[in-house]
């Protein structure tokens, strides 16, 4: 049987990585289950979920954030009243001067920063820097050498265990769609309901079509994973990370977790891949023209066309810290050093390889 603790894992891709799936299945496994370049695989990570959410997102603001550095162009007097904005009661997840290492090489060396509800996040950074692993934190999967994470106020002691409380869904969507080779569409779509939930098979089936149709996959149920295009996988992908059982009594809002979403892609699917993320949250509207539910969310990614077109909000990781936060809009036109050199692509500057 799958653990209970895995209906908080809610359809992310990351729920198969800890599962032990049992003779009880109602799933036809053929052997190959693959996670694509995931790590995962190897280590029994967990991960649960905690909270609930409230009110809109004021953004940014307070002098939280030590590394800061806000635009220039920032106006003195907005930046004042942010700062002025001391209320927290929207704040779903926060890292708080988060350390991390692996060996000798120290990778996050004081991390701050809070995912308000409602909120649409991009971290960016060179490559290597710790933005994966900073999703994977905040995830659950890892813990902080120092430091602490916040789910909804509440300290989050190391690890997710069975013995926390529920109220907020985390999903961490790979890069990689993390797809069971062997299952079709709907069996991946609808994995949890159908190993975790009491739903009979026909309403999953249902479910599981009106899930597919809101990021705008029709007719495609039966098929393999091998028999879709890398675009599609990430839909399949999205697909999973969004559907949950509706028969519960309460359902908790989500947060989701995106790791390059556009990666790999071509001008045409990254932008579909974009407006998906957009469309599933709480401030968009699905293919089916329904509001989206994710609470928030927040996107690794390395492609201009995914900070402008889906974020409303940067941190930028740099050298194990956050050296600048800002709206997108001001990412485009700040003349901090680092962030000039990172969008431009330039060899020189603060940033050496
Ligand atoms: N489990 C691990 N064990 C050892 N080293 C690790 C582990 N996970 C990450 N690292 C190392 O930590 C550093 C940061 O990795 P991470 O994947 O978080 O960076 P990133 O900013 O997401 O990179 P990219 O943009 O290239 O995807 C890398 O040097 C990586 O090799």
């Known amino acids: 049987m799958v653990p209970e603790s895995l209906v908080s894992y809610s359809g992310s891709m990351l729920f198969p990585l800890s599962i032990a799936i049992g003779s009880t299945s109602r799933l036809p496994f053929r052997g190959t289950i693959s996670f694509g370049s995931s790590t995962a695989t190897k280590t029994k990570e967990q991960r649960k979920i905690v909270c609930g959410c409230v009110a809109p997102p004021p953004n940014i603001g307070s002098d939280e954030y030590s590394a ?32 991390k ?6 990778i996050l060396k004081g991390v701050s920063f809070k995912i308000r509800n409602g909120e649409a996040v991009g971290i960016i950074g060179p490559s290597g ?10 995830a659950g999967l890892l813990a902080p050498d120092n430091g602490e994470v916040y789910i909804r106020g509440r300290k989050r002691d190391g690890l997710i265990s069975d013995e926390e409380l529920s109220g907020l869904r985390i999903g961490l969507v790979f890069q990689s769609a993390a797809l069971f080779d062997s299952l079709t569409v709907r069996e991946n779509v609808g994995f949890l309901l159908y190993e975790n939930s009491n739903m009979p098979e026909e309403q999953i089936s249902e479910l599981v079509k009106e899930t597919l149709a809101a990021v705008g996959l029709k007719g495609v149920e039966d098929r393999l994973p091998s028999e879709l295009s890398g675009g599609m996988k990430k839909r399949v992908a999205l697909a999973r990370s969004i559907i949950y059982d509706i028969t519960k009594e309460t359902i908790e809002p989500e ?15 990254s932008t579909v891949v974009e407006d998906l993320i957009r469309s599933v949250h709480v401030k968009g509207e699905d293919a089916l023209g ?33 050296v600048w936060q800002g709206m997108t809009h001001e990412f485009m036109t700040s003349t901090n050093p680092i962030v000039q050199q990172f969008a431009s692509g330039s060899l020189d500057g603060p940033i050496r390889y």
């Open 68 to 99: 800061t550095k806000f635009n220039d162009s920032y106006k003195s007097e907005q930046l004042s009243t942010l700062r002025e904005q001391k209320d927290d009661s929207d704040v779903l997840i926060e890292c708080r001067n988060v350390y």
């Open 255 to 269: 947060v989701l977790l995106y790791d390059e979403p556009t990666a790999g892609l071509d001008p045409i699917a």
């Open 129 to 138: 820097t710790g933005k994966s692993t900073i999703l994977k934190i905040m």
């Open 290 to 322: 329904t509001t989206g539910k994710i609470a928030s969310y927040v996107v690794v990614t390395h492609q201009h066309s995914t900070i402008r077109r889906a974020v409303d909000r940067l941190l930028f990781l740099y050298n194990g810290k956050i």
């Open 101 to 106: 290492s692996f060996g000798e090489k120290h």
